[in-house]
């Protein structure tokens, strides 16, 4: 592993605005850092090579909702697939991810999981999520209505036990029959519980926080709209402390104004994901996700039948850049929503830049654009 010192024009980490700043990386860690410029006179920085970077650097993206890029759809992929779609990402800023397998069959869950498992065990991913299938029909978005299905026990223990300890984060529909017995047990095997795709009332998804569940996946998309009198799963997710929000910022899935409500509202728990389909990266086209046919077109991607949107075909780095430009939050702001509060409910340690943490880096342009990205002390 290399070993250098980075020094920029601006840092901001999640605890603050360090200005010009610089960081010690060695064997894919930051040792040190600081502001200014290290002082020449100190024996463990003098003999690195130095290197200026013109912009700011923050913290690797985090995206825990990712189902794929470059064609290739983390649920169907084989382990090449999958490790040339989580190289897109890395090279787009997020260094850490945890790869989303939507609804299907018991069976082919099991294969997928058995699939990315080596991948979570080199650090490429750094977990699974499995979006389905205990979703609503109701609020299904792309997921094939015929695939759906409540928790039952048996099948809860047969995909913990095919996961093999990968399992990092399940989306659930609180409502359905057997739901929150089974937040209880993926909750006890350390398992994060999102609530999601679900028609569920508010007081259904704060009795699931009760539970354990401590995500909302992707606010206002899969839930009945926010009302006055039933706030549903939007409410609770804008007002329940206990849950980090998903928040899908590519310019589609939900309005500016949505947008703000839901960063306003969540402070300190918005969570910027991509939920990037096979087409990220790659073309317009036909695609399939949860047993669904999609379309992408001008790289929208809905369902071949126009009923619904079928992910993003964009990157959380986009959705910083959107967020800085054109929401015009503070750089801190996007940090956490970016990596930080990710990092803090997957239960990852060492994506906050400081000394011991992953090497894990992104330089913005002065509108939040992702330029040089190094990951694990590498740049790619």
Known sequence: MTAQVVLADRVVTAEGDVGPGWLAVRDGLVVDAG?????????????????????????GFVDQHVHGALGVDFGTADEAGARRAAAHHHRAGSARLVGSVATASTPSLARALGVLSPLVGEGVLDGVHLEGPWLSATRRGAHDAGLLRSPEPAEVEALLEA??????MVTIAPELPGAVDAIRRLVAADVVVALGHSDCTAEQAHAA????????????N?????HHREPGLAGAALTDDRLAVELILDGQHVSRDAAEIARRASSGRLVLVSDAMAATGWSDGRYAIAGSEVVVAD?????????SLAGSTGTVGEGVARLVGEHGVSLQEAVRASSATAAESLGLVGAGLAPGDRADLVVLDDRGRTGRVMRGGRWL
């Open 299 to 307: 790289g929208v991607a809905m369902l071949a039948d126009g009923s």
């Open 209 to 220: 926080a009760d539970a354990g569940a401590t995500v909302v996946t992707h606010v206002f």
């Open 35 to 59: 502001p200014g410029d290290p002082s020449r006179d100190r024996a463990e920085l003098a003999g690195l090579p130095r290197e200026r970077v013109a912009g700011t650097v923050v913290p």
């Open 222 to 226: 899969g839930m009945r709209p926010l």
């Open 163 to 168: 996961a093999a300890g990968v399992l990092r």
